[in-house]
């Protein structure tokens, strides 16, 4: 049984820092993407970033240059760190896997439990 493990969320003042991470427990040969969503209370859940198994990166417009997003291939673990964080980034955040068709990230049916994050200001 597929299950993803967020951690590193947190409460954090305005201005802060917090590392996310998240592992694919079972083994999943060649998973394409990884990425990151999250929900804001009342809100969608949105696409913060995604990460393909050579690198490449992309990310929701608001959050460039402060978030990064990596991973581990071989652990399928990737991870999400944020910088100069911001109360609008306040939301549970969300790990996936997945794939791009036709440049549009997919995400698998497979969801974690979120990790909470929490920004004040």
């Known amino acids: 049984q597929v299950q993803l493990a967020e951690s590193g969320g947190g409460l954090v003042q305005a201005g802060g820092s917090l590392r996310l991470s998240c592992t694919v427990s079972?083994?999943?040969?060649?998973?394409?993407?990884m990425g990151w969503y999250r929900q804001a209370p009342g809100k969608e859940r949105e696409l913060v970033a995604t990460?393909?198994?050579?690198?490449?990166?992309k990310y929701l417009d608001s959050v460039k240059g402060r978030f990064t997003i990596t991973r581990d291939v071989p652990k399928n673990t990737v991870y999400l760190e944020m910088n100069s964080l911001k109360p609008e980034d306040t939301a549970v955040y969300y790990c996936?896997?997945?794939?791009?068709?036709?440049?549009?990230?997919?995400?698998?049916?497979?969801w974690g439990q979120g990790t909470q994050v929490t920004v004040s200001s």
């Open positions: 990460i393909t198994t050579d690198g490449t990166p």
């Open positions: 996936t896997f997945g794939a791009y068709y036709s440049g549009n990230y997919s995400p698998t049916g497979k």
């Open positions: 079972a083994s999943i040969p060649s998973i394409r993407v």
